[in-house]
T-cell receptor
């Protein structure tokens, strides 16, 4: 059982380029989340999806978009990357969209925008 | 917005006890989580409190006081492998808001 996977593991990207971070889970969880983690700021929610076909904005959604075409996949797209989007990105999933159960995190993607 | 505070760093000796405090001010409260995160790795779930009181799970315990907006994570019989960051997260409006994390260093 893989749990939750992310790709790529790391990426260096030129500013202005488009980039999609991939996230796949095999736990059949309804809810999925994208966070960014920056030193001293902790994890901040970018976008979330409570179930396939629906998405919502988190605390820091600007410059990012998501889609949820099916239960397993939740890609995060940076349409035109900027240096301030340099961060570690974590995808997470939970079987409870209400947030009462634990979230399972993927291994993360380390993104550097130059 | 949410305001979740926890100390930045703590150091303790192997075999000792360490208590990590977390205070929060949030709009709505639906429970508090503690996660452990080793350097370069993903966060992993440790505990969840939704009612006041102490939850014990092996060497780790977590306490919650909703009226005081306060929680702590207690790590007993510290081991070297407990060196990690510990993240306090509040379920507010059905989404998690995280504190910046407390880095615990265990020394021999």
């Amino acid at each position: 059982i893989a749990g939750i996977t992310q790709a790529p593991t790391s990426q260096i990207l030129a500013a202005g380029r488009r980039m999609t971070l991939r996230c796949t889970q095999d736990m059949r969880h309804n809810a999925m989340y994208w966070y960014r983690q920056d030193l001293g700021l902790g994890l901040r929610l970018i976008h979330y999806s409570n179930t396939a076909g629906t998405t919502g904005k988190g605390e820091v959604p600007d410059g990012y978009s998501v889609s949820r075409a099916n239960t397993d996949d939740f890609p995060l797209t940076l349409a035109s990357a900027v240096p301030s989007q340099t961060s570690v990105y974590f995808c997470a999933s939970s079987n409870d969209p209400g947030g009462y159960n634990e979230q399972f995190f993927g291994p993360g993607t380390r993104l550097t925008v130059l | 917005g949410q305001n979740i505070d926890q100390p930045t760093e703590m150091t303790a000796t192997e075999g000792a006890i360490v208590q990590i405090n977390c205070t929060y001010q949030t709009s709505g409260f639906n429970g508090l989580f503690w996660y452990q995160q080793h350097a370069g790795e993903a966060p992993t779930f440790l505990s969840y409190n939704v009612l006041d009181g102490l939850e014990e799970k092996g060497r780790f315990s977590s306490f919650l006081s909703r009226s005081k907006g306060y929680s702590y994570l207690l790590l007993k019989e510290l081991q070297m492998k407990d060196s990690a960051s510990y993240l306090c997260a509040v379920n507010s409006d059905y989404k998690l808001s995280f504190g910046a994390g407390t880095t615990v260093t265990v020394r021999a």
